[in-house]
């Protein structure tokens, strides 16, 4: 007889255009996890294939806004972390300073409650000063000046005199990020030791590091964990 112990089933999602049919399969695939994955499966047993990498982003954050943890290929890649980016970003602003778009990136190093709170300063700082708003980096020391002068100044006048592995311990230690963090910490440690790895090579000085991690940035990954 046929063996027993699984079954394939198929599902139709239909609609008038790609983004009716995005909801219907959206869905179909709350009721698949709701009524019948959750209920019989652990996690770990749960695993879905795409049919390209572009929908991986959109069905993790589907399924993150349900409350089911996703573990995807691009879960471990530092460079994906918003913590490391935001780092990365601020290396690339302190060798440039009229960077707009860097100081804007490592703005999120500043963990609060509300994440969105230090970029809303700058925008509303900018709506103040249409005529000369200056550089990005101006408006936030006008907006948050005791953040600027206990985190970013430092940082700004001895960046030209560390090395990058150096620059990226103090970075770390400055904004109080959070190493020993399950979440986190992985992530910063792939970071500090993709820059002590560079100085060994050669590429010690923060703008020398920062061609050396776009470079390579997609093949850092943290093992996969067991289980």
């Given at each position: 007889?046929?063996p027993?112990?699984?079954?394939?089933?198929?599902?139709?999602?239909r609609?008038?255009n790609?983004?009716?049919v995005d909801?219907a399969?959206?869905?179909r695939?709350?009721?698949?996890?709701?009524?019948e994955?959750l209920?019989r499966?652990p996690l770990?047993?749960?695993a879905?294939l795409t049919?390209?990498?572009?929908?991986i982003?959109s069905l993790?954050?589907?399924?993150?806004g349900?409350?089911?943890?996703?573990v995807?290929e691009?879960?471990?890649?530092?460079?994906?972390?918003p913590?490391?980016?935001?780092?990365?970003d601020l290396l690339?602003?302190?060798?440039?300073?009229?960077?707009?778009a860097?100081?804007?990136?490592?703005?999120?190093?500043?963990?609060?409650?509300?994440?969105?709170a230090?970029?809303e300063?700058?925008?509303?700082?900018m709506?103040k000063?249409r005529?000369?708003r200056?550089p990005l980096h101006r408006?936030?020391?006008e907006?948050?000046?005791?953040?600027?002068?206990t985190l970013?100044?430092?940082?700004?006048?001895?960046?030209?005199l560390m090395?990058?592995y150096d620059l990226?311990a103090e970075?770390?230690?400055?904004?109080r990020?959070p190493?020993e963090d399950?979440?986190?910490?992985?992530?910063l440690r792939?970071?500090?030791?993709?820059a002590?790895l560079?100085?060994?090579?050669g590429?010690s000085?923060p703008?020398a590091?920062?061609?050396?991690w776009l470079?390579r940035k997609k093949?850092k990954k943290?093992?996969l964990?067991e289980?």
């Amino acid at each position: 007889g046929a063996p027993s112990g699984g079954r394939v089933c198929l599902y139709e999602a239909r609609g008038q255009n790609s983004g009716a049919v995005d909801t219907a399969v959206a869905v179909r695939l709350h009721r698949l996890f709701a009524e019948e994955l959750l209920p019989r499966r652990p996690l770990r047993d749960i695993a879905l294939l795409t049919r390209s990498r572009e929908e991986i982003s959109s069905l993790a954050a589907l399924l993150a806004g349900w409350g089911v943890p996703v573990v995807t290929e691009e879960s471990f890649l530092p460079a994906e972390h918003p913590l490391v980016a935001g780092i990365v970003d601020l290396l690339a602003f302190l060798q440039y300073p009229a960077d707009d778009a860097a100081f804007w990136g490592s703005l999120a190093l500043l963990r609060e409650p509300d994440s969105d709170a230090p970029r809303e300063a700058v925008c509303a700082r900018m709506l103040k000063k249409r005529e000369k708003r200056g550089p990005l980096h101006r408006l936030f020391a006008e907006a948050r000046p005791e953040q600027w002068k206990t985190l970013f100044e430092p940082l700004l006048r001895r960046a030209g005199l560390m090395s990058a592995y150096d620059l990226v311990a103090e970075i770390i230690r400055r904004f109080r990020l959070p190493m020993e963090d399950a979440a986190n910490g992985p992530f910063l440690r792939r970071l500090r030791e993709t820059a002590h790895l560079a100085e060994g090579r050669g590429f010690s000085s923060p703008a020398a590091f920062l061609d050396f991690w776009l470079e390579r940035k997609k093949k850092k990954k943290l093992p996969l964990p067991e289980g």
